[in-house]
Structures are given as structure tokens and as C-alpha cells.
Nanobody, 123 residues
């Protein structure tokens, strides 16, 4: 069983930055791929970024260059650095752990989810 706890969300002005944290329980964190998704009311959960267990990264095109995903296996933590934030980035951000195969872009391929952290970007 893996438990994920996000933090670091908040209110920021457009153009600003936030760094999200996702702390994981469990002794095998280094073997999981990790992803960040986001969701706004009435919409499906949207892929943001992922990092494999060996550190390869993947991003949605609209976030490439603005967002950076990283991980620290010694701390069982994955990070999402978000720069040049826009009002349309406003959402609840979720981290997720993927223990098996399948596309990184598909939320149903992730096995464990955190509760989410709210990010609000004002114009």
C-alpha cells in the first residue's frame, strides 16, 4: 500500500511560481513511476507530467518549459516546479504512483492517488 500526500498549493498571481510536493509512504518508492495530474470542476483529470523510476520525464506540451517534475528517492518525494503560471493553470493538482505498465498519460494506469492540493492563479 502506498499513501501519497501533496502540499505546496496556494494562491499566486499570474507569472508567479509554485512548487508542489508529494510525499510517499512505503519502502519501494524508488521503483514507482510518478505522475502529476490536475482537474477543474466538470472536467476530466488532465495529465501534467510524469517521471519514471529511472528519472525519465514526460510533459504535456502546453506545460513543457514552464513545469519541471523531479524526484528524490531518498526522501520518497516527487516535486512539481511550476513557473510562469497562468490563470488557466488553476486546478486541483494530484500526484499519483504507477507500479505497472501502460501509458503515462492515462489516469487509470496509476494505482495510488493523493488527495490533491489546490492551485489558484489570479490574473
Amino acid at each position: 500500500q502506498v499513501q501519497l500526500l501533496e502540499s505546496g498549493g496556494g494562491l499566486v498571481q499570474a507569472g508567479g511560481s509554485l512548487r508542489l510536493f508529494c510525499a510517499a509512504s512505503g519502502r519501494t518508492f524508488s521503483t514507482y513511476s510518478m505522475g502529476w495530474f490536475r482537474q477543474t470542476p466538470g472536467k476530466e483529470r488532465e495529465f501534467v507530467a510524469a517521471i519514471s523510476w529511472i528519472g525519465s520525464t514526460l510533459y504535456t506540451n502546453s506545460m513543457k518549459g514552464r513545469f519541471t517534475i523531479s524526484r528524490d528517492n531518498a526522501k520518497s518525494t516527487v516535486y512539481l516546479q511550476m513557473n510562469s503560471l497562468k490563470p488557466e493553470d488553476t486546478a486541483v493538482y494530484y500526484c499519483a504512483a504507477k507500479t505497472g505498465g501502460g501509458s503515462y498519460y492515462t489516469s487509470s494506469n496509476y494505482d495510488y492517488w493523493g488527495q490533491g492540493t489546490q492551485v489558484t492563479v489570479s490574473s
